[in-house]
């Protein structure tokens, strides 16, 4: 279960941290689209959102982007700077988000996890439905990302759908269905306003249903320990986290500015 809200908030201040002018106003043209990026290739898990069944097939195309962003991230720099001009600027905008997706996955999710574990909901070193959900509803408003991801053009959605064919005809030899982006986005959407399961989740985990605990912004700086081993203790804040994660994501995106 990917964060999404989170993940919108820290794009927003990494858009704000970017010095370079040209990068930041073209991130903040294509807003919505550099937030989508932010969500990163977890996107394709909203495909089947509403579905019974999780396939199997679309859950193997965000672990091949997400496992191997460096080489996502080479292909999708030269693929962008070979396009048009327009297209080439919502391109760069999408890849810039895919550097705050970095790094949420980074230093965010560490906090998460170790939450999912204290809570015994999961023995899995991930963060679970339960504590990616309400930490979503906590730190922001589903609602809000709902109509900010609705304001994507078509036109926009169509030159990362392209990107995306490319990557998977280059690396798996696949082709994805038409729309499947697009589908993907509008599900993504109704699943944060709807009582309905985001990715398989159950009853609680809806976000519409899901409560607020304002304990899991860690406000009070309690001590908690990274369960990947890579931090040791930590006192920072959901919040703080956030704020690194959004800094040294702005590094990134005006180091491999196109």
Known sequence: MPTVCINYECAAKAAT????????????????????????????????????????????????VS????????????????LPLTERKAAAAYIGGIYVYFEVKRQVYPYLASLSLKDSRKEEIVPSDYTCVTADVTFSRPDEVSRFLNGIPASDLDVISALYCKFFEKTRR?????????????RLSEALTKKRPPIGAKGEYYYASAGADEAMLNEAREKWQDPFGGSG???????DLVRYAAKDASVWIERHAL
């Open 17 to 64: 941290l970017i010095r370079e002018d040209d990068i930041r106003k073209n991130c903040e043209e294509h807003s919505a689209l550099f937030a989508l990026g932010a969500v990163g290739p977890d996107i394709f898990g909203f495909y089947d959102v509403y579905a019974r069944e999780k396939d199997k097939w679309i859950a193997s195309l965000v672990s091949s």
């Open 67 to 82: 496992s191997a962003l460096p080489d996502f991230l080479s292909f999708a720099s030269d693929y962008a700077g070979k």
């Open 174 to 186: 696949e082709i994805i269905p038409d729309g499947m982006l697009m589908s993907a986005v509008e």
């Open 233 to 239: 203790f930590s006192m920072l804040s959901l919040g």
